[in-house]
């Protein structure tokens, strides 16, 4: 298996067709071939988006992807310094491994809540997916089987 891609970028929206990139270079790399890596794409940026839109100017965003032989795991974190510790970055997003995550009852307040594109595409090419806020940390992950 290719090691694992880890990206971080600032909240700002011009960082992420370079995050973007980043994630379609490692699924060639990886063997991840279309739809699937343009799906996973598709996902990746709305979760990249709504951390943009959620982030602090000082938090940092870390875009992760693992491959497995059943399929891919996609994570974005969003951290505040509060978080991670001033001046230490977010790189460990899925605890090792890869991302199994359970599809939770997503509250009305969710970023992804019905009534967006954004929420329509995760439903459509993730297996499970998991959104988390804690303590100034949002994580979303998806899971996508593919071969």
């Given at each position: 298996?290719?090691?694992?891609?880890?990206?971080?970028?600032?909240?700002?929206?011009?960082?992420?067709?370079?995050?973007?990139h980043a994630l379609r270079g490692w699924m060639t790399v990886s063997g991840v071939s279309s739809p699937?890596?343009?799906?996973?794409?598709?996902?990746?940026?709305?979760?990249?988006?709504?951390?943009?839109?959620?982030?602090?100017?000082?938090?940092?965003?870390?875009?992760?992807?693992?491959?497995?032989?059943e399929g891919v795991a996609i994570s974005v974190v969003v951290a505040t310094e509060a978080a991670t510790g001033a001046g230490t970055a977010v790189t460990e997003v899925s605890g090792g491994g890869v991302v199994?995550?359970?599809?939770?009852?997503?509250?009305?307040?969710?970023?992804?809540?019905?009534?967006g594109l954004g929420r329509r595409i995760v439903d459509a090419v993730c297996d499970d997916y998991e959104l988390d806020a804690v303590e100034g940390r949002l994580?979303?992950?998806?899971?996508?089987?593919?071969?």
């Amino acid at each position: 298996m290719p090691e694992a891609l880890t990206y971080e970028l600032q909240p700002r929206p011009e960082d992420l067709a370079a995050a973007r990139h980043a994630l379609r270079g490692w699924m060639t790399v990886s063997g991840v071939s279309s739809p699937s890596s343009d799906d996973l794409v598709a996902v990746a940026s709305e979760f990249l988006l709504q951390a943009i839109a959620k982030a602090e100017t000082s938090a940092t965003i870390v875009l992760r992807a693992e491959r497995a032989p059943e399929g891919v795991a996609i994570s974005v974190v969003v951290a505040t310094e509060a978080a991670t510790g001033a001046g230490t970055a977010v790189t460990e997003v899925s605890g090792g491994g890869v991302v199994r995550p359970i599809r939770p009852l997503l509250a009305a307040s969710d970023p992804l809540a019905p009534g967006g594109l954004g929420r329509r595409i995760v439903d459509a090419v993730c297996d499970d997916y998991e959104l988390d806020a804690v303590e100034g940390r949002l994580t979303l992950r998806c899971w996508h089987s593919a071969s």
